[in-house]
Antibody, heavy 119, light 106 residues
Framework: QVQLKESGPGLVQPSQTLSLTCTVSGFSLTSYHVSWVRQPPGKGLEWMGVIWTGGSTAYNSLLKSRLSISRDISKSQVFLKMNSLQTEDTATYYC?????????????WGQGVMVTVSS | DIKMTQSPSSLSASLGERVTISCRASENINNYLSWYQKKEDGSVKLLIYHTSRLQPGAPSRFSGSGSGKDYSLTISGLESEDIATYYCQQGYTPLTFGSGTKLEIK
């Protein structure tokens, strides 16, 4: 069955780089787009970016200068790297699969990983 | 970016009651509107996509409607397992979400 699972450090120091991995199963990264979405505590969901089936990417303009999404097809993994972290980047980070209906919504989500930015 | 305004922000209802949550987009989103359920454990589930299409596996008591800028999610007969926060999301990149509706049992 379709599964996505995020992993990464729970604590990152300010100004450092966040590295997260989304390991997927039950589908191929060459057939479905995968996105990252985050939710700061007490706030709403924010779309961060997407890696398309062809390998190109698109980012939220507010994060574009700090964010990079990549993948390893052989390992069924999608990576998020975001630099210059600040306390406002404290959030639960999710990876999500776009439905094959089109890039208009997400039909499967990971469980999320909580990341705290603090010294 | 398209802004999504969701209301109410919280809602208390009785078991068996009919519940409606609204979402308004800042511009016409041509029915590209989805609804998600987020439980306290952090899990997120797609309920409705393209305004009214029920995601396989989602209970049939969930339904969606709307057009243009205005959309709604209805739960026909609230059950205890429906306690969650609900989010709308529009389907034009950059994808944006409503601020959420926290549903509680009265």
């Amino acid at each position: 069955q379709v599964q996505l699972k995020e992993s990464g450090p729970g604590l990152v120091q300010p100004s450092q780089t966040l590295s997260l991995t989304c390991t997927v199963s039950g589908f191929s990264l060459t057939s479905y787009h995968v996105s990252w979405v985050r939710q700061p505590p007490g706030k709403g969901l924010e779309w961060m970016g997407v890696i398309w089936t062809g390998g190109s990417t698109a980012y939220n303009s507010l994060l574009k200068s700090r964010l990079s999404i990549s993948r390893d097809i052989s390992k069924s993994q999608v990576f998020l790297k975001m630099n210059s972290l600040q306390t406002e980047d404290t959030a639960t980070y999710y990876c999500a699969r776009a439905s094959d209906y089109g890039y208009t919504h997400f039909d499967y989500w990971g469980q999320g990983v909580m990341v705290t930015v603090s010294s | 970016d398209i802004k999504m305004t969701q209301s109410p922000s919280s809602l208390s209802a009785s078991l068996g009651e009919r519940v409606t949550i609204s979402c308004r987009a800042s511009e016409n989103i041509n029915n590209y509107l989805s609804w998600y359920q987020k439980k306290e454990d952090g899990s997120v589930k797609l309920l409705i996509y393209h305004t009214s299409r029920l995601q396989p596996g989602a209970p049939s008591r969930f339904s969606g409607s709307g057009s243009g800028k205005d959309y709604s999610l209805t739960i026909s007969g609230l059950e205890s397992e429906d306690i969650a926060t609900y989010y709308c999301q529009q389907g034009y990149t950059p994808l944006t979400f409503g601020s959420g509706t926290k549903l509680e049992i009265k």
